[in-house]
């Protein structure tokens, strides 16, 4: 829904004829035709908005983070984006609970590392945790959905393909191992902990 350089949308839907829809789906067959005659009254137009063409290049700013929606907004193609905010929060968690063992452990005034400090570290490996795969999550998004319209040059409409092609990139999201990606971040911040 692009307004143009200096508009500012105050909503995210427009209203939509229902002739127009129909008209864009006349050539497909006539289930699909069928669906789109159903509603009775006019429609709206919703806009899908992703950060795939300007990804976040940091979750993070000192000891302030972004997670969710606001670090890596995707298409709703895969249906995983409070999947992935609570991948987020468990990396989260882990980090600041593992900051607050180490609290427990190492007084500041004895070498420690002051919360401040430790806050930090603990965003760092978040960002260092989570960015990649975030990234991956929008940018797949948008891939499937040009597979759903069509429009992906590599697989076209070869439904073998297609199913292929949607079958990796969802397995890649379902069978991922939350729990070894905490231990993993506690790993990793601990170390970081240690060169300190």
Known sequence: MYLGPDA?????????????????FEGFNTAVRAIIDMPQNELSKWAVFDTCVYPVPTFIRGRV?????????????????????????????????????????????NGGIS??????KS?????????????????????IGKIYQGQNAEVGVDSTKC???IDWRCRKIWHYD??????????????????V
């Not at 978040?126 to 940018?139: G, K, P």
């Open 8 to 24: 500012w949308c105050e909503k995210f839907t427009l209203p939509a004829r229902k002739a127009d829809a129909v008209k864009a």
């Open 65 to 109: 983070c972004i997670s969710g929606d606001a670090a890596h907004a995707a298409a709703t193609y895969h249906g995983t984006g409070a999947s992935f905010a609570v991948e987020d929060a468990a990396v989260l968690a882990q980090l600041l609970s593992t900051a607050d063992e180490y609290t427990e452990s190492h007084d500041v005034e």
């Open 115 to 120: 919360k401040p400090n430790l806050l930090r």
């Open 123 to 143: 965003l760092e490996t978040y960002n260092s945790i989570r960015l990649e795969r975030a990234h991956w999550l929008v940018e797949t998004s948008r891939h």
């Open 163 to 165: 199913a292929q092609e």
């Open 178 to 195: 939350v729990n070894q990606m905490t231990r993993e971040t506690k790993e990793l911040f601990t170390k970081q902990l240690e060169t």
